[in-house]
């Protein structure tokens, strides 16, 4: 954690804030008593991105209000524009709450270059309490690692861990297979794996969630979660860039890369923890025992709301029929899932992706989906409901608990056999856990 130093713009003695940062702010401008400016570092060797921050504050007076204006955001289209607001928490309230979204403002300002300015006001009230703010809910690379380790203590036979690779600053990228111990040592029977992959962006915190709350139920002793073992193996990379979580960047590695723009050709030097994730894909769809039904890669959204998908396009009918089954079916197990926002699409700017890019090279039978959660909120009929770490969670549970449907399983161990979209169309079917 690195103090900043507050560059003073006012002749008065005063007593300042304290600002403690993560990495991501550059610098802290005091204005006066009730306003500082703050800088966003940008991601590491690369200029174009000031999103993310997390930052704490003490040395606070007790019912002191102060407006922080983070002066030099790079992204023209935000969510704060919508009634997003920031996340907050202290010492003596450890959950994180939103900050009202009266208090939060969004603009274009001249006097930061035409910079977009994100400015919110905070009344402190304990001064012996420490503050922490945060553009969203974080998920920090130590907290995947104590809950891998936490899973690791359990004993169970149906979950591995292994290493996949390290990252540059050689930090640990983990593997994770759950499915029950006859389909690790089985050598005849055919294998259907999905392989799930998260925090490619390591601004994007709401997928760790996702991710989480999808590991959560897999390791459960649910028994949907018991037919989902006996018949599937899930193979889970739940952090592809630690580098970029622990550095506090939005959307790139140490070097600067966005790392979901060089799936096509990757470098084990450069990308080491996409090259790793692509030959373990590849070796698994050359498997002939194998069955890679599902690649998919979840992240979150900076200016649309809900949860929703993207696909690919194909000529071939049957092929494009197929990859709308699974968004149709978690828009019925999850309320902030959104099917009317699920699009499938071949944009030339998206081919570095890992849904673009592998769903070129491998199989035709393998479906490769971007996921995607809001930054802020999901939509219920004319209901809006920010996002909580729960909500994030409970997505997560959901996606689950949709490939029971998909392959048409029930909850004692079957042969899987696949819903066709004619199926989907008129099965209306709902499960409560």
């Not at 970029?244 to 140490?254: D, E, Q, T």
């Not at 696909?311 to 309320?335: H, M, S, T």
């Not at 673009?356 to 930054?375: A, H, N």
């Not at 209901?383 to 689950?400: F, I």
């Amino acid at each position: 954690m690195r103090r900043l130093n507050v560059v003073r713009k006012c002749r008065y003695s005063v007593v300042y804030l304290i600002f403690d940062t993560e990495g991501n702010l550059g610098k802290v401008d005091y204005i006066s008593d009730y306003e500082y400016d703050l800088f966003i570092r940008p991601d590491t060797y690369n200029p174009r991105y000031r999103v993310w921050f997390n930052f704490t504050v003490h040395n606070v007076r007790e019912e002191q209000r102060v407006i922080f204006n983070i002066v030099n955001f790079s992204k023209t289209k935000s969510l704060y524009r919508d009634g997003m607001s920031p996340v907050v928490k202290s010492t003596s309230r450890p959950q994180w709450e939103r900050i009202p979204s009266k208090n939060v403002f969004y603009y274009k300002c001249p006097n930061h270059q035409k910079s977009y300015v994100l400015s919110f006001a905070f009344a402190f009230d304990r001064e012996e309490d420490t503050y922490q703010f945060s553009y969203c809910y974080p998920y920090s690379y130590s907290r995947l690692q104590h809950y891998l380790a936490e899973q690791d203590k359990r004993g169970l036979d149906f979950y591995k861990r292994e290493l996949l690779c390290h990252s540059m600053q050689q930090r640990r990228v983990d593997v994770l297979t759950i499915t029950s111990p006859h389909n690790m040592e089985s050598t005849a029977a055919t294998l259907r794996v999905v392989f799930i992959t998260a925090r490619v962006h390591p601004g994007e915190s709401p997928a760790s969630f996702v991710c989480q709350g999808l590991l959560d139920f897999l390791l459960s002793q649910h028994s949907t979660a018991e037919t989902l073992r006996d018949n599937i193996i899930f193979k889970i990379v739940p952090m592809l860039n630690p580098d970029g979580v622990y550095l506090g960047n939005y959307r790139c590695s140490l070097m600067g890369f966005d790392l979901n723009r060089h799936w096509q050709e990757p470098s084990p030097w450069a990308h080491p923890t996409v090259y790793a994730t692509k030959q373990l894909l590849v070796e698994l769809d050359r498997n002939p025992k194998v069955d890679l039904d599902f690649y998919i890669d979840i992240h979150a959204h900076s200016t649309l709301t809900n949860g929703f998908m993207y696909g690919n396009v194909y000529e071939e009918e049957d092929r494009f029929e197929k990859q709308a089954i699974f968004p149709k079916l978690l828009a019925q197990y999850a309320e902030d899932f959104s099917w009317n926002q699920t699009s499938f699409n071949k944009d030339a700017v998206k081919a570095g992706t890992g849904r673009r890019s592998l769903g070129g090279c491998l199989q035709p039978r393998t479906l490769c989906y971007t996921l995607e959660v809001s930054f802020f909120s999901y939509t219920i009929g004319s209901s809006h409901s920010p996002y909580s770490e729960d909500s994030y969670l409970r997505l997560g549970k959901n996606v689950a608990r949709t490939f029971l449907d998909y392959y048409n399983l029930q909850t004692t161990t079957v042969q899987p056999t696949l819903l066709s979209p004619i199926q989907v169309q008129s099965d209306e079917q709902s499960e409560d856990i």
